[in-house]
């Protein structure tokens, strides 16, 4: 299983956190979203799922992943 915390640009309100979670929790291979709307960024749990993959979830939910830092555990 692999975190990756994503910096994203954009998010406002808990509307926006809700979506982005949305978004994320729908990529197959993701177990667990945790948004942090004021810090701006995202804690995601999964397994063979690819930063790409996560970016086109958070651009789907109108927002721009900007950065993406990886741990394995």
């Known amino acids: 299983m692999t975190t990756t915390e994503i910096t994203i640009k954009g998010m406002t309100c808990g509307h926006c956190a809700a979506s982005v979670t949305k978004e994320l929790e ?4 993701v177990t667990g979203v945790q948004v942090d709307q004021p810090g701006g960024k995202a804690q995601v749990e999964s397994t063979n799922v690819t ?3 996560m970016a086109e979830a958070v651009e789907e939910a109108g927002y721009e992943a900007l950065e993406f830092a990886a741990s394995n555990g």
């Open 51 to 53: 930063h790409e993959q």
């Open 26 to 29: 729908a990529i197959t291979g």
